[in-house]
């Protein structure tokens, strides 16, 4: 199955800014869109369950996050460009973690498919 990739990750102070992009791996050899999808953000930190962090619906008019990131997280689409963001800022020590996205059924935040490729945000002191 196609899953989008992840990236711009990276190591930021604690109450720094990072914007995460979530596209079509640039490998496929079949080109897709992730306009008729919701997208949704997981995190997945060194001995814990991935969890929820951020979800879209497929036209952007709809969006959802965790209680852990409300006010500091947003998460945005360019269907024309074909790519989600997750703007995160005000970043925290726990929310060093690899940051996946997903295709998802918006309502449960449910996961479509197997998980891509993910990318490492880490927050220092």
């Known amino acids: 199955q196609l899953q989008p990739v992840a990236s711009g990750g990276g190591l930021v102070h604690s109450g720094g800014s990072l914007r995460l992009t979530c596209a079509p791996s640039?490998?496929?050899?079949?080109?897709?869109?992730?306009?008729?999808?919701?997208i949704g953000w997981f995190r997945q930190a060194p001995g814990k369950e991935r969890e929820f962090v951020a979800a879209?619906?497929?036209?952007?008019?709809?969006?959802d996050c965790a209680d852990s990131v409300k006010g500091r997280f947003t998460i945005s689409r360019d269907n024309a460009k074909n790519t989600v963001y997750l703007q995160m800022n005000s970043l925290k020590l726990e929310d060093t973690a690899v940051y996946y996205c997903?295709?998802?059924?918006?309502?449960?935040?449910?996961?479509?498919?197997?998980w891509g490729q993910g990318t490492q945000v880490t927050v220092s002191s």
């Open positions: 879209i619906d497929w036209i952007g008019s709809n969006t």
């Open positions: 997903n295709r998802i059924l918006y309502g449960p935040k449910r996961p479509l498919g197997s």
């Open positions: 640039r490998h496929t050899l079949e080109y897709y869109t992730l306009d008729p999808y919701a």
